[in-house]
């Protein structure tokens, strides 16, 4: 879980103190697992290069759950779909065509408990046959946005909760993207359920990410992706 940084992640006098305490957090999100929101209204692959440095290298068990065309461009370099440590979930919704009050209630919940299910099922494989030590677990959802198309928050909610949960018992890391605003009212919702949120941005030069964890008072300054 780098923080990708290759500049000072804060400025001002009190610069040096502030990285500190940042890393510091870091650091023990590595070792007992983590949640984290990545939002920002970017294009689509701004998001993906960000979602292939969360996932780490070929050292790390990846689980991968991803409504994308081809989810094998998610992966890092070095690493394919059929590498034994890489398990890909493929979201295949069977309601993307009609509104979420066109579709039941009862099948949409159906589908989230399913996909919770399939993520919980792979990480608990891995930790199985690996016994993972803290972080060498990476896990994400690619496509909350779509699912909250599909769901209320209050179930997005949950199957955050319960997803973390299922990661963090074997002291993963795992990252949600949400391709919204950082300050819209479903994303300040949805950080009281995760540990963190990276916010994404595009400029005319690159693209820049910074940190936020609110239940430490820490927000960084901009960096470069």
Known sequence: MSSGATTPLFRGSGATADEERFVQQLQELKRSGSSVLVTGKVQANVAMR?????LGDETNAQVVASAHSTPGALLPEGVSALDPTVTMIRRTNQHRSVTFEDASSAANEAELSELREDIGDAVAAFNAQY??????????VDSLGELLDESDVEDAEH???DVSRSVKL?????????????????VQRLSSVVDARVELRQTRREAQQRWHIPGEGITTDWISL
């Open 170 to 186: 074997v002291n993963g890391g795992c990252y949600f993207y949400l391709r919204r605003a950082d300050d819209s009212d479903v």
């Open 131 to 140: 016994e993972l030590g803290p972080s060498a677990l990476r896990a994400t």
């Open 50 to 54: 960000h979602g292939r440095l969360a």
């Open 159 to 161: 199957f955050l909760r």
